[in-house]
């Protein structure tokens, strides 16, 4: 039954001991990873439903469906997909302003833009992110769901929608405040010694049980569950979104789908890297973009509001010890059955268990090295590490993350353009030489025009580009600028050690280049002159 299992359902479903006989203590670690992941959930769907403008219900099932299919199909076991507030937060003017139907809608388009960047295997573009960017991702991520919790503390029924969950309501005060505060560092503390007595449970499992029983036992007053919102329901049903199919329909949803689809990548990929730096896998972005946007697809048409990849209960999984398949079909089939029969259990679970189990996750998400090594990596980098930080909890991760990179390739482009330089001598035959060294892109093209002297130099000159390497076509313009110069002033040029294609382009343009042995191979970024026969600027 493994083997059917492993399969059908692909790498790492479920392992076995030697012999081929099921590990059933991998499993039991997997069932109650799963099932830890399940309870934590709840609240979080039904509040981004809330700060969405839709019913509870919506995003339960959103997180049923993406968290199962995500599962079996993604890119990296132990990964946990569901609804989250990143795309909440995009959907709730949609919602708003058209209706549910249109969100529908939304995410079935969304999910159809996810399937082709994973068919178009774009997800290996996330390779491009920096360190500092991740390290600012995750740190800003710890905020957000920092939070997130803190508006657990309001007074049931009182909170309003706000850019990172329910704000704006009355706080606890007094005892109440008091005791959920000692239920909070309950569970945080058995989290913490539980692991230092057994690894039978999982200590966010035992945490929310046992703080559980002594709310119920006792009949502590706190907020619970079923406060937020009643979870009882049926199982999701087909439905096809009740929109016009118009070109106006489609103008509609398309801004909104574009956006839900880049925010629900950058942060399942960016989840998928952390989750692999801890389980030591590798690969597989391409393969969760395909499972993200058929679990979106299929989401739209069950009445669901779509979602990505979680990073704090991916968090809890793994720390809980889930590391294949099994733990996320398991955490997504724990949920729909909290929906179809449990949910009197669960709606009496006081918040305050739930909300000790995010602050460790929290905890154990911050970055809390990049702290130490700000005054030591470079001021750029510190910079990034900051700055994405704070776009993630004033904005949204999408833009803190395009935001970094962008920041971080201007640095590094700054940083190179200043690396062009040329150590020059004269031959013996009277020819003067410039040895460039350096890269030569648009960065640095500017620099290299002023490193030559046409009025002055001798009648021939040779550019040797073995120390240096041409990137773009910016490059092979001020190339083809600095051999215009000399020329007009009637004097040769030569060419040297430039790879084939930059010999073809050049050619093309009348310039002198002269083929050697050790000529490098590599090609230029941009092809554009080798289809047309020409270089920018007109020639």
């Known amino acids: 039954m493994t083997r059917t299992l492993m399969a059908v359902f692909g790498d790492n479903l ?34 981004f439903a809330f700060v969405a403008g839709v019913h509870p219900l919506v995003g339960l099932y959103a997180a049923f469906i993406v968290g199962l299919i995500t599962a079996v199909f993604g890119g990296r076991p132990g990964m946990i997909s569901g609804a989250t507030g990143a795309l909440a937060v995009v959907m709730v003017s949609l919602v708003a302003e058209h209706g549910v139907e249109y969100l529908f809608a939304t995410v079935v388009l969304m999910g159809l833009i996810q399937i082709a960047a994973g068919l178009l295997r774009w997800g290996k573009f996330i390779r491009l992110v920096p360190t500092p960017v991740m390290l600012g991702f995750v740190n800003g991520l710890a905020i957000v769901i920092f939070l997130a919790q803190l508006t657990q503390f309001q007074v049931p029924g009182t909170a309003e929608v706000s850019g990172h969950g329910m704000a704006g309501g009355e706080w606890l005060s007094g005892a109440p405040l008091w005791i959920m505060l000692a239920l909070v560092a309950l569970t945080m503390a058995i989290i913490w010694l539980l692991p230092k007595l057994t690894t039978a449970i999982p200590a966010p499992l035992a945490g929310i049980a046992i703080t559980a029983a002594i709310v119920i036992v006792f009949g502590v007053d706190v907020p619970r569950v079923g406060d937020m919102a009643s979870i009882q329901g049926g199982l999701p049903t087909f439905h096809i979104p009740q929109v016009p199919l118009t070109w106006e329909t489609f103008t509609i949803i398309l801004p909104y789908a574009v956006i839900l689809a880049a925010i629900g990548l950058i942060e399942s990929l960016l989840t998928l890297n952390l989750v692999g730096e801890i389980t030591g896998q590798r690969g597989g972005a391409s393969r ?19 979602g990505c990849a979680m990073i704090g209960q991916s968090m809890i999984n793994v720390k809980s010890g889930g590391r294949t398949r099994l733990s996320g079909i398991s955490a997504a089939l724990f949920l729909l059955a909290f929906i179809l029969v449990a949910a009197p259990l669960i709606e009496i679970i006081p918040l305050a268990a739930l909300v000790g189990v995010m602050f460790m996750v929290v905890i154990g998400t911050f970055a809390w090295n990049s702290l130490m090594i700000l005054r030591k990596v470079p001021l750029t980098d510190a910079f990034v590490i900051v700055l994405v ?62 490193m030559f002297q046409p009025a002055t130099d001798p009648s021939r000159v040779i550019v040797d580009f073995a120390d240096s390497r041409v990137a773009d076509q910016s490059a092979l313009t001020a190339i083809e600028t600095v ?25 093309k343009a009348g310039q002198l280049v002269v083929d050697s042995d050790d000529d490098p191979d590599y090609q230029i970024a941009v092809n554009y002159g080798v289809r047309t026969g020409q270089l920018a600027g007109g020639h």
Request: hydrophobic residues 45%; aromatic residues 8%.
């Open 14 to 47: 479920a392992r076995t001991a030697p012999g081929g006989r099921p590990d059933l203590g991998r499993w039991k670690i997997e069932l109650l990873a799963g099932l830890t992941v399940a309870l934590a959930l709840v609240p979080e769907a039904v509040a």
């Open 288 to 306: 969760e973009c395909l499972a993200q946007g058929a679990a979106n697809t299929v989401t739209g048409v069950f009445g669901g509001m779509g």
């Open 389 to 450: 930080t704070g776009v993630t909890v004033a904005y949204d991760l999408a833009t803190a993350v395009v935001v970094g990179v962008i920041v971080s390739a201007l640095a590094y482009a700054w940083q190179n353009a200043t690396r062009i330089r040329a150590r020059t001598y004269d031959t013996p035959e009277g020819a003067r030489v410039y040895q460039v060294q350096g890269p030569l892109f648009f960065g640095s093209a500017e620099g290299f025009l002023e």
């Open 483 to 507: 051999a215009q110069r000399y020329e007009a002033e009637g004097k040769t040029v030569e060419l040297r050690h430039l790879s084939r294609d930059c010999h073809y382009l050049l050619k």
